[in-house]
């Protein structure tokens, strides 16, 4: 396997075709009981953005695997989702006005597919808008659906898992929680923990009349873009953005992985597409934040819903243009995120005052006032867990979104590595990705690509 990945990486990539070639509705395996038929949205659920979150999980037939026709996993995966549903009640219903999940077991959307390919042309050398293929709608085409699955099988017997869970129900970590739980039911679990679905009763729903959810969903044309960065080049920007201020310390307090790379891709963003700030605009840097952990006392991660929320610093200029205070920019992100406390947690409670905040954002942003670049990190989330009972995957991918200034964060196989799904416009991809100091970080050499594939088969 390892061989053919690398015979088809140095020869010309093929276009993945993708071909749907059956379609029904999985229904949970016993009815939803009628105390639990209406799911109320909470506060942050109704500000969060009709769009689909997707994942693509790729499962290679290796030898020693246990062989199974085509029919037969997909008849494991539609079983064991049946019984996942009954758990998790409101991805098997339908979204009624951004305010509540119909817990009416009308069932998740299933599709089963065939490529013209195998697994290694489209893992090999991955193009983040092939992996839209995977995927059955549009991700801002949510409709009513709370959840879409689509199964594809390659003509080398693997497979592509691909989830599209609303952002209208679920945060990142809740995706995980339902994957992972689908997963431990097929392989014969049954000692899970239950969800919970009362966010809110912590964020009280609110009239949020005047605010569109939508804002920031674009129709330019969006380019997405991945870039590998290595344990040796992270560690590099880590130490290039240490704190200068300790440098006679023998232990200068290091920017983590995640803040190296926020500020190295921010800046050379900045410097590739804003050679010049704006002085009349405000440039600022979000970071997604999981709530769960800075609530008091602190809730479990199988608390269901929406329970993060954006971490907003507005770095200084100056450091952007004096090459030596990117700490400055770290510090700047780190005052944001620990903003995000139990003061903040309680505003949200209350959800009128951070409304009036977020109609202000939108309506800044929609005048062109405010320059946003969003980074959501899925590094240390348990991307690879997800074992139906043949094994873990191999790769795991996302995919093209419909939002510009966006980066999201996946561990590479490996765990060492990470991968920077970069969405921005088609003009500023064009000047991004020939960045010199970007390139000079991430365009890995034929050595460090071999590698990277004998990672995919660990």
């Given at each position: 396997f390892v061989l053919e990945v690398l015979i088809n990486f140095y020869t010309q990539k093929m276009k993945v075709e993708v071909e749907v070639i059956s379609t029904e509705t999985i229904k949970p395996s016993s009815p939803t009981p009628d105390h639990l038929r209406n799911y109320q949205f909470s506060f942050l659920d109704q500000i969060s953005p009709p769009v689909f979150m997707p994942l693509v999980l790729f499962y290679p037939v290796l030898d020693g695997d246990i062989k199974l026709n085509n029919t037969d996993k997909s008849n494991h995966l539609k079983n064991s989702l049946a019984e996942a549903l009954t758990r998790f009640h409101p991805l098997a219903g339908r979204v009624i006005d951004n305010h509540s999940v119909d817990c009416n077991d009308a069932g998740v959307p299933y599709f089963e597919?065939?490529?013209n390919c195998r697994i290694s042309d489209v893992i090999g050398d991955p193009?983040?808008?092939e992996l839209n293929k995977f995927i059955p709608y549009e991700l801002d085409d949510v409709r009513d659906l709370p959840m879409v699955i689509q199964v594809t099988f390659f003509v080398c017997g693997g497979m592509a898992v691909s989830l599209g869970i609303s952002h209208k129900v679920a945060d990142a970590l809740s995706f995980f929680v339902f994957l992972n739980s689908w997963a431990a039911t097929a392989r014969g679990d049954r000692d899970l923990p239950c969800p919970r679905?009362?966010?809110?009763?912590?964020?009280?729903?609110?009239?949020i009349t005047g605010f569109k959810p939508s804002t920031g969903i674009v129709k330019e044309k969006i380019m997405t873009k991945r870039f590998v960065f290595t344990a040796s080049k992270i560690a590099s920007?880590?130490?290039?953005?240490?704190?200068?201020?300790n440098a006679e310390s023998p232990y200068p307090r290091r920017p983590t992985r995640i803040e190296a790379l926020s500020v190295f891709i921010w800046t050379r963003f900045m410097a590739s597409t804003q050679p010049k700030a704006d002085s009349s605009k405000i440039y600022t840097v979000l970071h997604a934040v999981n709530l769960r952990t800075r609530i008091d006392p602190p809730?479990?991660?199988y608390c269901f819903g929406n329970i993060s929320r954006l971490a907003i610093a507005v770095p200084s200029m100056d450091?952007?243009?004096?090459?030596?205070d990117f700490y400055g920019i770290v510090k700047n992100m780190r005052e944001a995120i620990r903003k995000v406390n139990g003061d903040y947690v309680k505003e949200l409670g209350q959800g009128d005052k951070h409304l009036s905040f977020m109609k202000k954002r939108a309506e800044s942003f929609n005048k062109g006032e405010v320059v946003s670049f969003s980074f959501t990190s899925l590094c240390r989330f348990p991307l690879y867990e997800a074992d139906f009972g043949w094994r873990k995957p191999i790769w795991v991918g996302s995919a093209s979104f419909k939002f510009k200034n966006l980066v999201v964060f996946l561990d590479t196989p490996s765990g060492d590595e990470i991968e920077a799904w970069v969405n921005?416009?088609?003009?500023?991809m064009a000047k991004f990705e020939v960045d010199k100091e970007l390139i000079a970080f991430v365009t890995p050499t034929p050595d460090a690509k071999i590698s990277g594939f004998q990672g995919l088969e660990s």
């Open positions: 597919a065939r490529a193009i983040p808008g679905f009362d966010s809110a009763t912590l964020f009280p729903p609110v009239n920007l880590r130490d290039k953005y240490a704190d200068n201020a809730l479990p991660e450091s952007t243009e004096h090459k030596e921005l416009k088609e003009e500023d």
